[in-house]
């Protein structure tokens, strides 16, 4: 019987600085493996557990760095210097709307809320029975969120995991009758100091870096921090591996060219970095819709003063949801209130005196996320050659989606006045506040649509998917209900741009239930796919 | 007698950024074109010398706009707290930001920053932001804010560049009575990886 030893502390992690290191890699150097997975995150780090478990000899590919938990600060500036994608700035192709993602081992997971919602059971049974998606009914895929939640610790907040931020929501739902209820979070054991988006420094979120990623390597995976893949290599109709570059996460400067020769690819790179990867490489698109699709999960944040001091940064950053307009209109409402730096990309906060008399109410604000599910129609392309060309990200809100965000920031301002705010700060481009609820309407209808919505609303998106979609039609769809591309053996997909239509759940458990899938299906399909084709 | 003419009144922080009447405009494209024409390409944030040796990526003239911005922004002393210029070095702090900067996005900074301090020349008798004295240079960035789509980007993306980089450090923050990290005064346990599902 096999011995595996998960090591207590960190990840094994070939770095740039290692290869630099190492004179017998050299400047250019290559890798057989199995199974080549791109991408750190939820869905990668899943995949490349389930295959490690299961014998495959896996690499994993993270463009980012290496970010040992242990070396945290709980600086949010800091953090998004070093482990956020553009430090932070990803933006849409007019700068107005933020996409925030990390770029570390553990991609995003690591930087995350801890949010995990699995999406309505009706939802799952419409993808099933209206997509010919059978595995994603509930009883197919439900085992799958079960196994996924139990590895996390996923669980709802306890009473101790509410913090003031959460009560001032709840007293405004019980007030208006909306219906509210703990958020389920993957934590263990929270220590409760609302540095969430910061990381995790006592390694009680369990993000990939302390929970797939090391599980993988224990089983074998070997894992390369700051390596960009730069295509997907094909041959006769089927994956044979990757490209890569290697960079100094510091300078940029390329240390080493990397080649990984493999039987299967699986891209993990989330909904907005998989689809380039797949453009760069000239993937086929005989449906045109590598890319299309993209639903972004639009959300504003409404922040209110209160008279008493609510020190509502302390605490579990997101405690309590409102559940009252999941299912009928598609919105989420989260409460959080997060660190000073976060309040500068919420709204407008005044400038000179202004904007220092704002920031020394933060101990009176709570702050309310309105999320709206939207129409899917964003796009995400490789612009230019595959050496020099750029990443864009194509989302404005159409007028309906700009509607149904004024009315989620409007809802959530009223839970707040519901619950004795003496002023609502509406997440604008302008400085908008209300200081009555009688106030609202009029102040609300200052936020007008313009061109395109175009810095009106102050829109952020934490999850973008839904850009490389799984069908059964492989003219309508990118890869199939097994997470294989159409058209390309042996090149499967397994994140977030699996995702078939817009969904209003974050979708973090989602990508990983999928993941599993994906894993399990490649697993099934072994004497296809691997030499050794011994399931 | 009504005027069909006349503009609503505005509010008095808006005064200080007229529209681009046609003869504004073609000042200011007058200005551009000189500018451009003179081959000046440190105007434009790109390939310039950087004489002040504090800043590693930005140059001289867009350091000059960011400190007078951060000083209008952040009058920090005003209010008890460590000075935006002084103590905090927030100039510096978006200095490093700039470096790991990608290529396109250093561009538009350069091209924004240069802008930003030119606009104010249409609406205030010539005068670059930077030259602003601190009432015009507040109601000048109050107007940008209430400006045309593009003018409220611009300054919300300045606004924001500099903000961030204040509200960074940890000094300001016993103002705001926020704790800041937590984890290794409290003593909390580092729990280390997650033990191994069983299968």
């Known amino acids: ?535 | 007698m009504h005027n069909n003419n006349a503009r609503p009144d505005e509010p008095g922080w808006m005064s200080g950024l007229a529209p681009l009447s046609r003869r504004g405009f073609l000042r200011t494209a007058v200005i551009s074109a000189a500018a451009l024409s003179s081959g000046c390409a440190t105007l434009l944030g790109r390939g310039g010398a950087n004489s002040d040796r504090r800043y590693q990526h930005l140059t001289e003239d867009e350091s000059i706009v960011l400190k007078r911005l951060t000083q209008v922004l952040l009058p920090a002393e005003q209010f008890g707290l460590p000075s935006s210029l002084s103590e905090v070095p927030t100039v510096q702090n978006i200095d490093g930001m700039v470096g790991q900067m990608a290529g396109q996005t250093r561009e538009l900074l350069g091209l924004g920053l240069w802008v930003f301090e030119h606009r104010s020349m249409a609406s205030f008798r010539f005068s670059r932001f930077s030259r602003l004295d601190d009432d015009e240079a507040l109601r000048y960035v109050n107007a940008m804010q209430a400006g045309t789509f593009f003018e409220r980007g611009l300054m919300t993306t300045l606004k924001t560049l500099v903000c961030v980089n204040y509200w960074r450090d940890a000094r300001t923050w016993p103002g705001l009575d926020y704790h800041g990290p937590v984890t290794e005064i409290w003593g909390v346990r580092r729990l280390g990886n997650a033990p191994l599902p069983q299968v």
């Open chain 1, 1 to 535: 019987m096999r011995m595996i030893t998960v090591p207590r502390d960190g990840v094994p992690v070939t770095t740039a600085a290692d290869i630099a290191r190492d004179p017998s890699m050299g400047r250019r150097f290559s890798v057989k493996t199995e199974v080549v997975v791109v991408g750190s995150g939820a869905g990668g780090a899943t995949v490349a557990y389930e295959l490690a478990k299961a014998g495959r000899k896996v690499v994993v590919l993270e463009s980012g760095r290496y970010f040992p938990s242990a070396n945290f600060t709980e600086h949010l500036g800091d953090t998004m210097t070093e482990v956020y994608r553009e430090q932070g700035s990803q933006f849409n192709s007019t700068a107005d709307v933020l996409f925030v993602e990390g770029e570390c081992v553990g991609g995003s997971t690591v930087i995350g809320a801890c949010v995990m919602q699995r999406p309505p059971d009706s939802l799952l049974q419409r993808w099933a029975t209206e997509l010919g998606l059978g595995n994603l009914a509930p009883d197919a895929i439900g085992p799958l969120f079960d196994e996924v939640g139990a590895e996390q610790y996923v669980h709802l907040n306890e009473a101790h995991e509410i913090n003031t931020t959460a009560h001032k929501v709840i007293q405004g739902c019980e007030k208006m009758g909306f219906s509210w209820k703990p958020v389920a979070r993957n934590v263990r054991q929270c220590a409760l100091t609302g540095h969430c988006l910061a990381g995790c420094p006592s390694d009680r979120k369990m993000s990939s870096l302390v929970t797939h990623l090391p599980w993988a390597t224990a089983y074998g995976a070997r894992l390369f921090a700051d390596t960009h893949v730069q295509r997907v290599l094909m041959r006769a109709g089927r994956a044979t591996g990757v490209e890569a570059i290697v960079r100094d996460p510091l300078t940029g400067a390329q240390m080493a060219e990397m080649r990984v020769d493999a039987e299967v690819v699986v891209v993990a790179g989330g909904a907005i970095q998989t689809p380039v990867l797949l453009q760069r490489s000239q993937v086929p698109d005989i449906s045109g819709q590598i890319g299309r699709n993209m639903a972004v999960q639009p959300f504003v944040q409404v922040l209110a003063q209160y008279d008493e001091e609510l020190f509502g940064f302390r605490g579990a950053l997101v405690g309590v949801e409102i559940d009252e307009f999941l299912e009928s209109d598609g919105y989420m409402f989260f409460s959080a209130l997060a660190e000073p730096e976060q309040l500068m990309i919420q709204g407008e906060q005044g400038a000179g005196p202004d904007h220092i008399r704002f920031m020394k109410q933060y101990k009176h604000l709570a702050g309310l996320n309105a999320f709206a599910i939207d129409e899917g129609r964003g796009q995400v392309s490789w612009e230019g050659d595959a050496a020099t060309g750029r990443k864009v990200i194509s989302w404005n809100p159409s007028r309906t989606e700009f509607e149904k965000l004024k009315r989620g920031a409007s809802l959530a301002a009223r839970v707040f006045f519901a619950a004795g705010a003496k002023r609502v700060y509406i997440p604008s481009f302008q400085q908008l506040q209300a200081d009555s609820v009688f106030e609202l309407d009029a102040t609300m209808d200052q936020v007008s649509y313009g061109l395109k919505g175009m810095y009106s609303l102050r829109i952020n998106s934490f999850s973008p998917h839904g850009t490389c979609r799984m069908g059964n039609d492989r003219f309508q769809s990118v890869a199939n209900a097994r997470g294989e591309v159409h058209d390309v053996k042996g090149l499967f997909l397994a994140d977030a741009s699996l995702i078939p239509e817009p969904m209003p759940s974050a979708p973090h458990w989602t990508v990983q239930a999928l993941a599993k899938q994906v894993a399990r299906n490649i697993l099934d399909s072994a004497s296809g796919l691997f030499l050794n084709g011994k399931a």
